[in-house]
């Protein structure tokens, strides 16, 4: 299922139709380009309420969270809606005479205050409204906390609530990769997906998200030419090919990408996350973006350089994606080449990140930074909360960060399995190769291991 953005006029269609992470995508401005797009494998959104309310009328809303969801209605509701409702926890205000009389069927509970409400600990639970002012207040106290869905008899579409978002671009492109989550997982419009749009908000999560707003701030300690001249200066030592076209995978905000294209080199990055690539983007360095995990297939060819650095192979917590990133890297590479990845080792882990707590302080708010190492699952967990201030009040929002400690023996035995050619292991000092006779003491005695690998 693909996706369809109806916006307000031109200018915001050029915005998103043109933009290198937005691709297929349908945007449209004119309501009846929109109307003609609407085939069964399309799923139309539309940017804001007062856009939708003009095509459509003064239709149904359903907002879902992760640990709660709201319905506001305007109307009798129909057989279809209460069939999707039913076998729920249904609250209404005992005010509510309207809530009260057309979702009787339901076995409403009548409550008086919203806290009553929130203390129910059922993730199903959902309050229905007949007033928008009302509803309107409650998802005002964390706008960007919901998934919106616009309600008609037998289908339901999306909305990327402007009015309720703040004016920014990163947060609608967000908000944009939520819904093509939803567009995947969703195989009927006629059943509202309650379980696909709170799965599709439990997993963003887990995600650089709004971290990557800040990671280059995170990053800030990092001498990216050391980095850089580390890489150039394997390059010379193991490839007897010019350097001329490179691809960083899990490039963050490109910083490692943007050294080589400096030098003028031709340069290729992708990453996972779209705002991070937004925020390359704002670099200004030649490169060539795109969206993609590290076990995609990499569309471009003949590299003579693969790399990926700062721990990012640490987040492939399976084997078989590490396989998998493996053959794609090699699949991609031109023979001779070389790639070339970086490791978080288990003595960083034990040493610096088995339970570590920060705060940080933020101009709206504040960041709780919580570190810790899981022994059982060989597993580094970052989990990040947000706290921004909105109103007189703060929201919410959260992510979860996954990284395997992989042992260098295992990667090793890995990469012999693999149809590339292991030539060396540097650890953070990067003098001597330790590959293969010093590599006994390499996971505690170094903080991070680099890898040098071959296309034969």
């Known amino acids: 299922m693909k996706l369809s953005l109806l916006v307000e ?43 939708a309310e003009r095509v459509l009328g003064h239709v149904a809303q ?22 999707s409702l039913a076998q ?42 007949s007033r928008q002012d009302t509803l309107q207040a409650i998802i005002g106290q964390a706008p960007a906390s919901f998934l919106h869905l616009l309600i008609t008899e037998g289908d339901w579409r999306l909305c990327l609530a402007k009015e309720m978002l703040p004016n920014d671009a990163g947060l609608l492109l967000a908000a ?44 800030a300690h990092v001498d990216y030419d050391h980095w850089y001249h580390l890489l150039r200066k394997w390059y010379e030592n193991y490839s007897v090919k010019s350097l001329d076209k490179v691809l960083e995978i899990a490039c963050g905000t490109a910083a490692i ?31 060539r973006l795109y969206q993609a995990f590290m076990t995609d297939p990499i569309p471009e060819k003949d590299f003579d350089l693969i790399v990926c650095m700062f721990d990012s192979i640490n987040y ?9 990133c493996l053959h794609e890297v090699h699949e991609a590479l031109a023979p001779g080449s070389l790639f070339i990845f ?17 705060l940080v302080d933020e101009p709206k708010g504040f960041m709780v930074h919580h570190a810790f190492y899981e022994p059982w699952s060989k597993r580094q967990m970052s989990r990040l909360e947000l706290f921004e201030q909105w109103g007189e009040g703060y929201f919410r929002r959260s992510e979860l960060h996954r990284q395997k400690v992989y042992l260098a023996q295992e990667l090793v035995a890995l990469i012999e399995k693999s149809s590339l050619e292991l030539l060396a292991i540097y650890g953070n000092e990067a003098h001597v190769n330790l590959y293969p006779k010093r590599l006994d003491s390499a996971d505690g005695r170094y903080n991070r291991l680099y890898f040098v690998l071959r296309k034969p």
């Open 176 to 219: 944009l990769r939520l819904v093509e989550g939803l567009a995947e997982r969703a195989s009927s419009r006629k059943i509202l997906p309650l379980e696909q749009a709170r799965q599709t908000l439990i997993t963003s999560r887990h995600s650089y998200g709004f971290f990557a707003d800040r990671y280059d701030e995170y990053m």
């Open 62 to 83: 359903l907002h879902v969270g992760a640990s709660l969801s709201l319905l506001y209605y305007p109307a009798s509701p129909w057989e279809d809606l209460l069939e």
């Open 257 to 287: 990408a943007a050294c080589f294209a400096g030098d003028g080199v031709e340069v290729h990055a992708c990453d996972a996350s779209t705002q991070m690539l937004e925020n390359a983007e704002l670099r200004g360095a030649n490169i």
């Open 88 to 129: 729920r926890p249904v609250f209404v205000f005992s005010d509510d005479a309207y809530a009260l009389e057309h979702f009787a069927g339901l076995n409403p509970v009548a409550i008086d205050y919203l806290a009553e409400f929130y203390s129910v600990d059922n993730f199903e639970k959902i309050l229905i409204v």
């Open 316 to 324: 492939l917590c399976d084997k078989a994606e590490l396989s998998c």
């Open 9 to 51: 006029n031109q200018s915001e269609a050029e915005n998103f139709r043109f933009h290198p992470f937005a691709e297929g995508c349908g945007v449209f401005h004119e309501e009846s380009d929109f109307a003609l797009s609407l085939a069964d494998d399309i799923l139309p959104a539309y940017l804001s309420y007062a856009l």
């Open 342 to 358: 970086d490791i978080s080792t288990l003595g960083n882990s034990l040493d610096n990140f088995s339970d570590e707590c920060t």
